[in-house]
């Protein structure tokens, strides 16, 4: 039974796109690419790790390759020329989504700034995010909250280190990002008790982290929308389960803050801290609540995964690495001390431990490959046809280790950047962790204060080394391929106290 239902799809999609498709050629100028199949296109190329047979194929086909996948058209760039002309050249022509499963269930039907089409919405999402959430002057305002976390952090470390135990940093390095997060967000810490916001918080991040594991999966149902139907992979189901328990905890969310706003308004303080719910609220633009609420997931999803995943790659590097580690600790050491902790206002003087970062975001982005761009009219590109609605990606991962651009480029050599003015804020296309121009990632100042700070802290208050019996050079490398692209092997280390456990105390 379960085979036939399988042929009888086939046979349906067969037929729908024998019907419906034009086939990719004719009198197009389309860039070149592997062959394409019927019905699947070129994904039998595609392994376990997509991003890595891009590279491949690109070492063939060139920086920018043309692919079907399923019945869908992509382009895909790979080199930082091309992705200059995607992302800034024709950026608005690329600035668009494609419709999605990911932007129906994750972004609330294209309510969030991420998923939701280039147009009037997207435009409003942007100057709020841009001049009322994420200015510095607003950030600023949490430095405070930045700082106890990171201690929180380390006190956690140092009482396993304590007992023995060996550090799984994976979980640790989640909390700090979400605990950061939600205090700007809600005013409240992750691992809050009471019977207001905080008891929901648990609940809302597994649906977090199952939707950013969802989203970085190729679905079928996408690519072939004949198949749509039978849901083959699970995908669409459960993303509109987790979607809607999504929308209920953050109702819930949202309903409780306007009732203690309705009682703090009473006695409000004129300095307090403007918490990020609240700026939302407040808005001359009304929005609705499901466009606050798809903002909120994109903070929360977008700002926690991929800063944790990059703390726990360059700590792994460093473990990798330990005289570079070991640099890392003695400009620590000159800049800060050991007697006080790591503060923000540090981290311009740390200019190797910048180095390091730089060299991280290079060889380890997060985010592989960028969401999809779309445009919605035909385009040329170098002398190329680019036909309309077709998926746009640009491969950050090959970009970063592109040979004709950076010498030995799997190695891990943080010094490439002490003489280089090669930075990550999208104005150098040979490095973008996050993206550039319209669709690039709002809360880059965000992450990168998280990250260094975080980064610089763990390296400040311990020493770090493999599990016993393994060495640092036999440490596995190798990446899984998701919403966030992490080590495949979660990182398990001994960190033993290199500053006094007075250093990072916090007053709770």
Avoid at 111 to 120: L, M, Q
Avoid at 362 to 384: D, E, F, K, M, S
């Amino acid at each position: 039974m379960e085979l036939s239902v399988w042929l009888l799809a086939l046979g349906a999609a067969t037929v729908l796109l024998y019907l419906v498709s034009v086939k990719p050629g004719g009198r197009l100028s389309l860039p070149p690419g592997p062959p394409t199949w019927p019905i699947v296109g070129s994904l039998f190329y595609l392994s376990s790790l997509p991003h890595r047979s891009m590279e491949t194929l690109a070492k063939k086909y060139g920086p920018i390759m043309f692919m079907r996948l399923g019945y869908l058209n992509h382009l895909v760039v790979s080199n930082a020329g091309m992705a200059r002309e995607i992302l800034k050249v024709h950026d608005a022509e690329f600035a668009s989504r494609p419709h999605s499963t990911a932007g129906k269930y994750v972004g609330f039907d294209y309510k969030d700034i991420i998923f939701s089409p280039y147009g009037d919405h997207w435009r409003l999402l942007r100057k709020i995010c841009t001049t009322e959430l994420l200015t510095s002057a607003r950030l600023s305002t949490f430095k405070a909250g930045r700082h106890d976390e990171v201690a929180k952090m380390v006190q956690s470390i140092t009482e396993r280190g304590r007992d023995g135990e060996l550090v799984k940093m994976r979980p640790i390095l989640h909390m700090l990002t979400s605990n950061n997060i939600c205090r700007m967000l809600f005013g409240r810490r992750r691992e809050a008790t009471d019977n207001l916001i905080g008891s929901v918080f648990d609940q809302f991040f597994d649906c977090v982290s199952e939707m950013v594991e969802t989203v970085g999966k190729f679905n079928v149902g996408d690519l072939i929308p004949a198949l749509k139907p039978f849901d083959l992979q699970g995908i669409e189901g459960h993303m509109k389960r987790v979607s809607k328990d999504m929308e209920t905890l953050l109702a819930r969310i949202i309903r409780e803050h306007r009732e203690m706003r309705a009682q703090r308004n009473v006695n409000a303080k004129e300095d307090e801290v403007k918490l990020f719910l609240d700026v939302l609220l407040d808005l001359d633009e009304e929005l609705e609540d499901k466009s606050i609420m798809a903002v909120m997931v994109d903070m929360l999803g977008g700002g926690t995964d991929t800063s944790a995943t990059t703390m726990e790659w360059a700590l792994s590097e460093l473990v990798h690495h330990p005289a570079i580690m070991k640099r890392v600790q003695e400009e620590l050491d000159v800049v800060v001390g050991r007697d006080r902790p790591v503060r923000e206002a540090d981290l311009p003087n740390l200019h190797y431990l910048q180095a390091v970062i730089k060299e991280n975001f290079r060889l380890h982005p997060a985010v592989p490959l960028t969401i999809p761009h779309v445009n919605p009219t035909a385009a040329q590109l170098q002398g190329y046809d680019i036909p309309a609605n077709t998926n746009v990606l640009v491969s950050i991962w090959a970009v970063g280790r592109d040979p004709a651009t950076w010498e030995n480029p799997l190695e891990f050599n943080p010094d490439r950047f002490l003489n280089s003015d090669r930075g990550v804020t999208g104005t150098h296309y040979e490095i973008l962790p996050f993206g550039s121009g319209r669709r690039g990632c709002p809360g880059m100042n965000l992450a990168q204060l998280m990250v260094q700070c975080g980064l610089a802290a763990l390296l400040h208050a311990f020493d770090w080394s493999p599990a016993p019996g393994i060495k640092p050079e036999d440490m596995s490398m190798l990446e899984s391929f998701g919403g966030a692209c992490p080590i495949a092997e979660p990182l398990l280390v001994v960190a033993k106290p290199r500053v006094s456990t007075d250093v990072y105390k916090t007053s709770a």
